[in-house]
């Protein structure tokens, strides 16, 4: 087992991996900016290691910096978390040519997920199902408007290098198409540096289903079932679930299988998770993306499956068998995360300030993954997560009265934040029945 980690992440994420780490007796360190030096996840670690000052790009994107405090710290492995530098290939091949551990999957299962395009075509390949759409970048408006008249409108304008529900515009017609293409390349080049553009077929009614792969160190790739992701704002996601309402044991057989299949075909090792647009009238998926990493919303699975998945992260990546017997997976139970932002509850505007009142909701089934408490800063210059709530019971009817409970009891006060919304939800028929899909959010507002 590897010995030493060094987090290259912040917040809840790092901390959370540092509990893991420390629970196994390997020695966690910590990397963090001027703007995070009062934050819980940097008194957890055993070393932490000033890199820069708040902004992103000269600290947690800083690779010379990250690496720089692996060496000085004598750092056996990086994990990288989600977002910031995770889904990097170049910088997941320079940790490894540095003779260090990379805990995720290679740089060439990175790049060849990295692009959507590539990424489709690849999957298609393998048997997947893909949603109609380009196979090759649109080089042009009109190459869009042209391959839009073949898929058929509405469309879905995307860029290529994208993730996270950024990079995205739907068009309903030739007028919106070229004012959404424009747009998404513009941002695309701005934010990715890469300004290729994807059209695909856009569903109007259609529910986010992914599922969480894990490829072992012997080369096998497993299924750990489905998580829901319908419950999204701007197309990020806000609320998921496992086992999904609207999964009926046939469909997961195929959409597991399916899963497997992407992860077999780019021979991918560690955690990963192979996105899909499910449509609810004909059970139909199609493949989205698939992300290289860990995801935010992982502890629903950890629950079902009753592991821990980033200690099976830690295993792979020094070449060990998890903790589980691959060929007896047996899930139970029910479990939801809810994503408690620093933003505003009716139009999810982000809303930083200092934390004053920070209790957090306690009881049976409930886990609370937080990155700040009562006297912190929260800053404009990250993600507005604050923290993760983690209702689990034996049925999603007993985990719905838990989640009620824990919103009710859990009290923020000082940064703006979205607790009230989830109380609202909690109470909202549509979301209580299961029979939801991504525009349940738009529908409440």
Same mark, same amino acid.
């Given at each position: 087992?590897?010995?030493?980690?060094?987090?290259?992440?912040?917040?809840?994420?790092?901390?959370?991996?540092?509990?893991?780490?420390?629970?196994?007796?390997?020695?966690?360190?910590?990397? &963090?900016?001027?703007?995070?030096?009062?934050?819980?996840?940097?008194?957890?670690?055993?070393?932490?290691?000033?890199?820069?000052?708040?902004?992103?790009?000269?600290?947690?994107?800083?690779?010379?910096?990250?690496?720089?405090?692996?060496?000085?710290?004598?750092?056996?492995?990086?994990?990288?978390?989600?977002?910031?530098?995770?889904?990097? !290939?170049?910088?997941?091949?320079?940790?490894?040519?540095?003779?260090?551990?990379?805990?995720?999957?290679?740089?060439?299962?990175?790049?060849?997920?990295?692009?959507?395009?590539?990424?489709?075509?690849?999957?298609?390949?393998?048997?997947?199902?893909?949603?109609?759409?380009?196979?090759?970048?649109?080089?042009?408006?009109?190459?869009?408007?042209?391959?839009?008249?073949?898929?058929? +409108?509405?469309?879905?304008?995307?860029?290529?290098?994208?993730?996270?529900?950024?990079?995205?515009?739907?068009?309903?017609?030739?007028?919106?198409?070229?004012?959404? &293409?424009?747009?998404?390349?513009?941002?695309?080049?701005?934010?990715?540096?890469?300004?290729?553009?994807?059209?695909?077929? $856009?569903?109007?009614?259609?529910?986010?289903?992914?599922?969480?792969? *894990?490829?072992?160190?012997?080369? %096998?790739?497993?299924?750990?079932?489905?998580?829901?992701?319908?419950?999204?704002?701007?197309?990020?996601?806000?609320?998921?679930?496992?086992?999904?309402?609207?999964?009926?044991?046939?469909?997961?057989?195929?959409?597991?299988?399916?899963?497997?299949?992407?992860?077999?075909?780019?021979? &991918?090792?560690?955690?990963?998770?192979?996105?899909?647009?499910? /449509?609810?009238?004909?059970?139909?998926?199609?493949?989205?993306?698939?992300?290289?990493?860990?995801?935010?919303?992982?502890?629903?699975?950890?629950?079902? +499956?009753?592991?821990?998945?980033?200690?099976?992260?830690?295993?792979?990546?020094?070449?060990?068998?998890?903790?589980?017997?691959?060929? !007896?997976?047996?899930?139970?139970?029910?479990?939801?995360?809810?994503?408690?932002?620093?933003?505003?509850?009716?139009?999810? *505007?982000?809303?930083?300030?200092?934390?004053?009142?920070?209790?957090?909701?306690?009881?049976?089934?409930?886990?609370? /993954?937080?990155? $700040?408490?009562?006297?912190?800063?929260?800053?404009?210059? +990250?993600?507005?997560?604050?923290?993760?709530?983690?209702?689990?019971?034996?049925? %999603?009817?007993?985990?719905?009265?838990?989640?009620? !409970?824990?919103?009710?009891?859990?009290?923020?006060?000082?940064?703006?934040?979205?607790?009230?919304?989830? !109380?609202?939800?909690?109470?909202?028929?549509?979301?209580?029945?299961?029979?939801?899909?991504?525009?349940?959010?738009?529908?409440?507002?």
């Amino acid at each position: 087992m590897i010995e030493s980690l060094l987090v290259a992440n912040r917040g809840e994420i790092a901390r959370r991996i540092i509990r893991t780490a420390k629970r196994l007796g390997i020695r966690a360190i910590a990397v &963090y900016s001027e703007a995070d030096a009062d934050l819980p996840f940097v008194a957890e670690a055993d070393e932490a290691v000033l890199i820069g000052p708040p902004n992103p790009a000269q600290s947690y994107r800083n690779a010379e910096a990250i690496l720089a405090a692996a060496k000085s710290t004598g750092a056996q492995a990086i994990h990288p978390g989600y977002g910031f530098l995770s889904e990097n !290939a170049e910088f997941a091949r320079t940790v490894e040519s540095s003779g260090l551990i990379w805990v995720g999957p290679d740089a060439d299962a990175i790049t060849a997920m990295g692009d959507k395009i590539n990424a489709r075509n690849l999957m298609a390949a393998a048997g997947v199902p893909v949603a109609p759409g380009t196979t090759d970048p649109a080089a042009d408006v009109d190459a869009a408007v042209t391959a839009a008249a073949e898929i058929g +409108y509405p469309v879905m304008v995307k860029a290529a290098a994208g993730g996270g529900g950024m990079g995205m515009g739907v068009a309903v017609d030739e007028a919106a198409l070229r004012t959404e &293409y424009d747009k998404v390349r513009a941002f695309a080049e701005r934010m990715f540096g890469d300004g290729s553009v994807l059209i695909e077929r $856009y569903f109007p009614r259609v529910r986010h289903v992914e599922v969480q792969i *894990l490829g072992l160190a012997d080369g %096998r790739v497993v299924a750990l079932g489905e998580r829901e992701c319908s419950v999204q704002r701007r197309n990020q996601k806000l609320v998921e679930e496992s086992p999904s309402p609207a999964v009926s044991p046939e469909l997961r057989s195929r959409l597991l299988a399916a899963a497997v299949r992407a992860g077999e075909a780019v021979s &991918y090792r560690n955690a990963g998770t192979v996105e899909c647009l499910l /449509d609810p009238e004909t059970n139909e998926f199609f493949f989205l993306e698939m992300n290289t990493r860990l995801q935010v919303e992982h502890p629903v699975t950890e629950y079902v +499956y009753g592991i821990d998945l980033v200690e099976e992260q830690l295993r792979v990546a020094s070449g060990l068998a998890p903790t589980f017997d691959p060929d !007896a997976l047996t899930p139970s139970g029910h479990a939801i995360e809810l994503r408690i932002n620093a933003e505003d509850p009716k139009r999810f *505007l982000p809303g930083p300030g200092v934390v004053r009142t920070w209790v957090e909701p306690t009881g049976e089934g409930v886990r609370v /993954d937080s990155g $700040y408490t009562e006297g912190n800063t929260v800053t404009p210059f +990250y993600d507005s997560l604050l923290a993760k709530l983690i209702i689990s019971g034996a049925t %999603r009817d007993e985990v719905l009265e838990r989640a009620k !409970a824990a919103v009710a009891a859990f009290q923020i006060e000082g940064p703006k934040n979205n607790v009230p919304f989830f !109380a609202e939800l909690l109470t909202n028929e549509e979301f209580l029945s299961g029979a939801y899909d991504t525009g349940i959010v738009s529908r409440m507002r």
